[in-house]
């Protein structure tokens, strides 16, 4: 089959040895994957690996009525913090305490961190401690939806669970710098491999079959206890961690399963 790998155009280089080990994991299964950019023409193909965050672009490919991974709901909610948040607050899993806000006015205490609710890789985030600080951070993102979300003090250390379907694939705590609230792997964190408890375990399994996902990565505050909150989604989802604690290919296990999601459709519509 002919599939597309669709990535913003900044991303393709920078992704470069992970699309090219997609490429060649999905030869495997006699599939070809050719890369687009999100802002080109997308030609027809028989099945879409979404690797963008462009919910818009998204519900317009599902259309085509051809398998997606993920698809198009995933990407939304993915990409929409507060919509995440508030979804994994119906499934019972405790979250970060979170409030969207437009004035300075509305926030009680601070420290807070102030998020846009479509911010990613650590950026458009600030741990802000005054009023001042926080009118700055709006008016800098005056044009993006705001999140105010309570500090927790984690020491910058966060777990992220990757997630094959409903299947756990691996997980990697992840500490940021010194002197950073931030506990991104590319902005100068370490990792280190991560083992679930059976209760965690069944928390992130029950966010993947709510969302009806297919590769997404989940992430939770740690808290000194050990127990944790969760805090983001991430579609699409970074592998280097991955890699990192596993040195483990993770791009044979997706196209392994893109390759059954594929096969099981052909058999259901014979």
């Known amino acids: 089959m002919k599939g597309l ?6 991303e393709i280089e920078r992704n470069r040895s992970f699309i090219d080990r997609l490429i060649k994991a999905a030869s495997t299964f006699s599939h070809t994957l050719t890369v687009v950019d999100d802002q080109e023409p997308i030609p027809q193909a028989d099945f879409i690996f979404f690797r963008t965050r462009n919910p818009q672009l998204s519900k317009k490919l599902e259309q085509r009525n051809i398998p997606m991974f993920n698809r198009a709901e995933v990407n939304v909610i993915a990409n929409d913090k507060l919509k995440a948040i508030q979804l994994v607050q119906l499934l ?5 305490p979170t409030k969207k806000i437009t ?12 998020k846009t609710i479509n911010g990613h890789g650590g950026k458009q985030v600030e741990l802000v ?6 009118s700055t951070f709006l ?3 005056s044009e993006n939806a705001i999140i105010a979300q309570h500090y927790i003090e984690t020491k910058a250390t966060d777990v992220r669970i990757f997630m094959l379907g409903e299947e756990v694939l691996g997980a990697v705590k992840r500490t940021g710098p010194k002197d950073s609230f931030k506990s991104n792997f590319t902005l100068g964190g370490t990792v280190e491999k991560y083992t679930l408890n059976s209760q965690q375990r069944t928390e992130v399994e029950k966010i993947a079959k709510a969302l ?6 989940i ?3 740690l808290l000194p206890d050990e127990s944790w909150l969760f805090n983001e989604i991430e579609d699409p989802v970074g592998a280097r961690s991955y890699f990192e604690t596993t040195k483990q290919d993770i791009a044979e296990p997706i196209m392994e399963y893109i390759n059954n999601k594929l096969t099981k459709n052909e058999r259901d519509e014979i």
Do not use: C, M, Q, W
């Open 219 to 221: 992430d939770f505050l």
């Open 212 to 217: 009806k996902s297919d590769y997404i990565g």
């Open 92 to 96: 019972g899993i405790a979250t970060v």
């Open 129 to 134: 401690h005054t009023e001042k600080e926080a």
């Open 5 to 10: 790998l669709i990535y913003e155009r900044a």
């Open 139 to 141: 008016n800098t993102f």
């Open 103 to 114: 004035t300075v006015s509305e926030i009680n205490e601070y420290p807070v961190v102030l």
